[in-house]
Each structure stands twice: as C-alpha cells, then as structure tokens.
C-alpha cells in the first residue's frame, strides 16, 4: 500500500518535474529573444542621443529582474516536499507499530 503510493507520486513528480522544465526553457528561449529585441530597438531609437544611458538602464533592469527571478526559485525551492503524502502514511504506520497493544 506505502509502496504504490510512493511509485505513484514518483510518477507524478517525475512528469511535473518534466512539465516545470519544458515550460522554463520555452519561458527563457521566449523571453530572451524578446529582451534582446526590445533592447536593440530602444537602443536605435535613442542612438543618436542617450544610446550609453538606454543600455545602463536596460542592463539595470534586467539585473533587478534576474534577483528577483532568483529570489523566488529560491523561496519556492525551499518550500517543495515531494512525496509527502507518502511521507505523511509511513509516519501514520509508524504510529501504529509503535503503540502497545
């Protein structure tokens, strides 16, 4: 009963877990494409005036962004339990074997 409760959530880890990373590398390829573009066109619209200012900002923002990116994988990392429902019914059978009859 623990052990097919545990292959099952194995499962389910193993495709959100692929889920999580195909989603992440489509969010990144999309993203960066959509900076860097949006980068140059800002860059060559003020080209001929505050080329130097427009790229320390961008650069700014996107360090700015790139902390807080990390700062909430971070956190969320932290907090992920796998398995705990099959943790929680291993600590439910313990119990039991454990009280005197």
Not at 13 to 37: H, N, P, Q, S, Y
Not at 67 to 89: D, I, K, V
């Amino acid at each position: 009963n623990c052990m097919e409760l545990f292959l099952l959530e194995l499962k389910e880890e193993r495709e959100r877990l692929f889920d999580a990373l195909l989603l992440a590398a489509v969010g990144i390829v999309c993203a960066l494409m959509t900076l860097i573009l949006v980068t140059f066109t800002v860059v060559v619209a003020f080209w001929e005036t505050h080329r130097l200012l427009v790229l320390v900002v961008a650069s700014a923002a996107y360090a700015g962004a790139a902390l807080a990116a990390f700062t909430t994988l971070r956190a969320r990392l932290q907090r992920w339990r796998a398995f705990s429902a099959t943790l929680e019914q291993i600590k439910k059978d313990r119990a039991c074997f454990e009280k005197p009859n």
